[in-house]
Every structure is written in C-alpha cells, then in structure tokens.
C-alpha cells in the first residue's frame, strides 16, 4: 500500500523559511507526478505546487510563485517544497499527494485528482 509522510513544519515568521519534504513508501516518486496542497482553517484545501518525475513539468499557485520552489530527489525518494518570504496567508496543513500519471499538465493543482495523501504538516505562520 503506498503512503506518503510530511515532514519539515513549524512555526515561521514573516518572511521567514521552511523547507517541507515529502517522504513516499511503496512507490518511486519518479514515475508519478507529486503535488503540495495546504489547507487553513475554514478554508477549502488548495493546490500549491505540482512537479512530474525528474522535475520535467512544475506548476505553481499564482500567489507562491517566486517564493515557493519544488523539486524531488530521486536518489532520496523525496520531494520536496522550499517555502521562503513567507506570509501570514501561508499558514496551513500542508500536504503532499500523489497522482497516478507523470504529469503536471493537465489538473496540476486540484486535489480531486490525487489518489494517495500524506496526514500533512502544520505551517503557521506568525510573529
């Protein structure tokens, strides 16, 4: 059975920097397309980030891009999010999933089409 475990949260301040990883078991994360998602209170969960194995195809959310940077290590079997400048609106459960194809082009950042989800990594962000 495949999981994914999250790990790297905490609190940040403003501006600050985290890096999340995304550790799978029973599956090669280079073969399958992985996405970060996040989740604040009261809020719909919402797509962060998308990279398809070897980081051939990579979206991001509007509001992250040039702050948020995804990338996987195959040799590791981990993928990863680097999070900096980070902001208030950033604080969230943060997640990784996993789709069942190497693609980040069709519905990169809707969490109706990822199978697997780690239990996520709590990201607030505060001073």
């Known amino acids: 059975q495949w999981h994914l475990v999250e790990s790297g949260g905490g609190l940040a301040q403003p501006w600050g920097s985290l890096r999340l990883s995304c550790i799978p078991s029973?599956?090669?994360?280079?073969?399958?397309?992985i996405g970060w998602f996040r989740q604040a209170p009261g809020k719909e969960r919402e797509g962060v980030s998308c990279?398809?194995?070897?980081?051939?195809?990579?979206k991001y959310k509007d509001s992250v891009k040039g702050r948020f940077t995804i990338s996987s290590d195959n040799a590791k079997n981990t993928a990863y999010l680097q999070m900096s400048s980070l902001k208030p609106d950033d604080t969230g459960l943060y997640y990784c999933?996993?789709?069942?194809?190497?693609?980040?082009?069709?519905?990169?950042?809707?969490?109706?089409?990822?199978?697997?989800w780690g239990q996520g990594t709590q990201v607030p962000v505060s001073s």
């Open positions: 990279t398809s194995g070897n980081d051939r195809s990579i």
């Open positions: 029973g599956f090669n994360l280079e073969y399958y397309a």
């Open positions: 999933a996993t789709l069942l194809y190497d693609a980040c082009d069709y519905f990169p950042l809707d969490p109706t089409e990822y199978y697997y």
